[in-house]
């Protein structure tokens, strides 16, 4: 019968990663999708940048938007203090039945701590409930990586329900490739929001792209 490419990647990690071996699970998706099929992990180059962001902001709480097969939930969850506190939103169903599978291979199911760490559903419906669902007040770090059409609408719904705070730091993959265009107006005119991006590629691929980085200064 048909299998998908989600679940080649799975197959991947439990044939070439090492059980309860982070880095490995890491090596094994990007080495499939260099060399075998493309697909949309942030991949190994914007992945180190997502590295540096989070040991530079050293997070208490994260909240990555868009989990797809794990690689980037991974990346991040093994940088994290024990203590952090780590949500991750996946709208469908059959990427987060696998990234779950990912996470655990790699040992961290216990450390993308909250449970449901993994959450899935529309994140316009979860953003208003996750203080009192996960009592987070805050979150030091967020991690965009889902629909590009819902990046500004879901900054704004976090801003609404005063998730962000002065301090806070938001990274945004393929503001590119898909591309943003309206995400990236917002931020860059709002005195609200110190504003960079990091030149990078389209992960396993010479296109260009950037990793946009966002303090927030108020
Ligand atoms: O990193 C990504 C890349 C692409 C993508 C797809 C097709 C193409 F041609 C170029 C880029 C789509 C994404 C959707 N959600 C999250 N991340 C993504
Ligand atoms: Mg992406």
């Keep these: 019968s048909f299998v998908s490419l989600r679940q080649r990647i799975l197959s991947a990690v439990q044939k070439n990663a090492t059980r309860g071996d982070p880095r490995s699970v890491i090596r094994a998706i990007d080495q499939f999708c260099s060399q075998k ?7 190994n180059e914007k992945g180190c940048i997502l590295d540096s962001v989070v040991s530079e902001v050293n997070p208490a709480t994260v909240l990555e938007l868009g989990t797809y097969c794990g690689y980037s939930t991974v990346r991040i969850a093994s940088l994290l203090p024990p203590y952090a506190k780590f949500i991750t939103l996946e709208f469908n169903p059959d990427f987060a039945a696998v990234a779950r599978q990912v996470i655990a291979w790699a040992g961290l199911e216990d450390k993308v701590k909250i449970k449901p760490c993994l959450v899935e559903g529309a ?5 208003p409930k996750i203080k009192e669902q996960f009592g987070i007040k805050t979150f030091d770090l967020v991690f965009l990586d889902h629909w590009k059409e ?12 005063g998730l962000l705070r002065k301090g806070s730091v938001l990274l945004a993959d393929n503001v590119i490739c898909p591309g943003a265009p309206d995400y990236v107006e917002y931020v860059r005119s709002s005195p ?11 992960e396993y691929t010479k296109a260009e792209e950037n990793l946009w980085y966002l303090g927030i200064i108020e």
């Design 37 to 43: 099929e493309w697909a949309m992990n942030v991949g």
């Design 123 to 127: 994140s316009s419906d979860w953003i």
């Design 150 to 161: 819902h990046y500004l609408s879901d900054t704004k719904l976090m801003e609404e329900c």
């Design 192 to 202: 609200r929001y110190k504003s960079h991006y990091f030149r990078s590629h389209l």
